[in-house]
């Protein structure tokens, strides 16, 4: 009894945050890159029963229900089926800068290169090329990275403006610039950054705040400036 409720606590513990969890699986042999991010370590499952076999790299975002496994239990049914003990196990290998969207699986004998996101309710069940968009059961590649960047850039502009008319019509009022924590590229030029303060802007840019800082050029130039052009329309 006493050893399940210290196991439990243990449990607890390592589970508490995604520095904990990386602590723990790392501890167990595990290899992961710095910067690699687990959201929500309770409901994540990493195999760790064979912990040799699984490398993540740096700069990765695992979203919530996340499940490597580097093996399998059909042996289960080869026993009761009077079929031989037949081992299975593979290794799982994640690139650097490798994000996925929710419930993604990831299984045994899979390599995702770097740069690469995996759409939600994902089963990867082969090998991922590097720089690719990759979802489905089985994962397959739809595009490029290159490519899906293009497409998001086409529509981010339409995107936020409709969002922008969702505050109007939802709630009656103007929207205000903490409301645009993900759009601000829209009319934040670098030079203008600290003129917004209630905006989470170095957070949301991350290795490319200083870049921004020095190059960027809105469409825009203000906050009012980017509401006027939508009152045209409102």
């Known amino acids: 009894m006493i050893k399940k409720l210290i196991n439990k606590i243990k449990e607890l513990y390592r589970l508490r945050s995604s520095e904990s969890y990386i602590t723990y699986l790392r501890k167990r042999g595990i290899l992961i890159g710095e910067g690699t991010y687990i959201q929500s370590p309770k409901t994540t499952e990493i195999d760790d029963t064979r912990p040799s076999l699984v490398t993540i790299g740096k700069n ?18 080869f026993l009761h089926s009077n079929r031989e003990f037949v081992n299975s196990s593979g290794r799982v290998i994640i690139g650097n800068n490798v994000a996925f969207g929710r419930h993604v699986m990831v299984l045994k004998g899979v390599t995702i290169g770097d740069n690469c996101f995996i759409g939600a309710n994902s089963v990867v069940t082969k090998d991922i090329p590097s720089n690719s968009i990759a979802v489905g059961t089985p994962a397959r590649v739809i595009m490029t990275l290159e490519e899906y960047y293009q497409k998001r850039l086409s529509v981010s502009e339409r995107e936020a403006i409709d969002y922008a008319r969702s505050i109007y019509e939802r709630f009656g009022r103007k929207p205000v610039p903490a409301d645009f924590w993900e759009e601000f590229p829209l009319f934040v030029s670098g030079e203008d950054i600290n003129k917004y303060p209630e905006i989470p802007i170095k957070r949301q840019l991350g290795p490319i705040f200083d870049k921004y800082k020095k190059e960027h050029k809105a469409k825009y130039s203000d906050f009012d400036s980017f509401l006027k052009a939508i009152s045209l329309d409102i």
């Open 60 to 77: 990765c975002f695992i979203n919530k229900h996340f499940e490597i496994h580097t093996h399998d239990w059909a042996t289960h049914v």
